[in-house]
């Protein structure tokens, strides 16, 4: 079987703010036979996520741990899809499945216990658009930050930046069902008025509006932070320890202000990690691949039971791409970000 299959590629390495220029939409065709031991994906949905933006630079840190994407080549991303063709037991055709896909119509994938892919029950009642965000990357992301990093008790007092994101949104919910005061800060007042009104966060600012961030969270955290979880890293990390209690913890899952510009570091005052015996850890969704299915088994539970509200932002078509990826880092989407193709 050859099918014809569009993919997303970066014209060049991408050191600054994206923009639609710099992606091309670009045509190839897929071969699968029934010897290969691979499966074949027609894709449905493609997570379009921040992370990303350093995996197409030239060097950064992040290569390290994820691998960098190369120029004209194919971007593997996460997503979800159905099995058109497979030469292994395992998988059937018919069958939908969520895992590391690509920004492409068609995915060839061969099984391995290296490889992230879950077949999804047939029996599984909620949107297939919601394995892509809160039971997906974003959802393990989110929960395993807040609970394994942060360890909240009931009556602590969490902070979560870029609180309307595909991340921040589900850990201010899941910081409310662990008993704790909340508040989120975001980039325009629609945004807070989301946090606030359909989220369940206890109090939420705008942060464009506060021309001190360290004044700003005294004000609303007047008896000290336990928990920051951290997405966006720069000035807002330093206000963050700087209002912290004594023994809290900082999840740091993102700092997407300095993704842009490298000049622009956090500088925390050290001293107040020392004396507050702060502590702070970096972390992301694959440490805690093998706790996968669990954290999704609460998650949807919560869902279904009304606990959890799932905020999706969703484009049409692999020609959006492009312009989607480009959005996450002027503000312009909220919750997950995602595009359908089928």
């Not at 600054?16 to 992606?23: A, I, N, W």
């Not at 991303?77 to 119509?105: F, I, N, P, R």
């Not at 807040?146 to 008790?153: C, D, F, H, Q, S």
């Not at 999704?296 to 999706?312: F, L, N």
Request: one cysteine or more.
């Amino acid at each position: 079987m050859e099918v014809e299959s569009r993919y997303v590629a970066v014209r060049h390495h991408v050191e600054g703010l994206p923009s639609e220029d710099d992606f091309e939409v670009k045509a190839a065709r897929v071969r699968w036979w029934p010897e290969s031991g691979e499966v074949l994906v027609r894709n449905l949905y493609l997570s379009v996520d921040p992370y990303q933006l350093n995996r197409m630079k030239r060097r950064s840190a992040s290569h390290l741990a994820v691998d960098g994407i190369v120029p004209g080549e194919r971007i593997d991303a996460y997503g979800a899809g159905e099995v058109v063709a497979s030469a292994c037991e395992e998988y059937k055709e018919g069958d939908v499945v969520t895992g590391v896909l690509g920004w492409e119509d068609y995915t060839l994938f061969r099984p391995s216990p290296g490889v992230l892919m879950s077949k999804l029950a047939a029996s599984d009642d909620l949107p297939l658009s919601h394995h892509l965000s809160a039971l997906g990357t974003s959802g393990m992301t989110a929960y395993a930050g807040l609970y394994e990093v942060g360890r909240p008790e009931a009556g602590e007092k969490v902070f979560v930046s870029a609180a309307s994101g595909s991340v921040g949104s589900l850990v201010g919910q899941f910081a409310k069902l662990a008993g704790c005061y909340v508040v989120g800060c975001a980039g325009t007042n629609a945004k807070v008025d989301l946090l606030k009104n359909k989220l369940g966060f206890d109090d939420a600012f705008n942060y464009k509006d506060e021309p001190d961030m360290k004044s700003a969270l005294k004000r609303y955290f007047p008896d000290g932070i336990d928990i920051y979880f951290d997405n966006v890293g720069g000035e807002t990390l330093e206000a963050a320890l700087a209002n912290m209690n004594t023994y809290g913890r900082v999840a740091l899952c993102g700092v997407i202000s300095e993704y842009t510009d490298a000049g622009h570091r956090a500088v925390p005052d050290l001293l107040e990690v020392i004396y507050k015996r702060i502590t702070i850890r970096g972390f992301f969704a694959w440490d805690f691949l093998t706790r996968f299915a669990e954290f999704t088994g609460v998650i949807s539970d919560w869902i279904r039971q009304g606990k959890v509200q799932v905020i999706e932002d969703i484009s049409d078509g692999l020609e959006s791409v492009p312009s989607a990826f480009a959005a996450l880092f002027s503000g312009d989407n909220i919750g997950k970000k995602m595009v359908k193709l089928a």
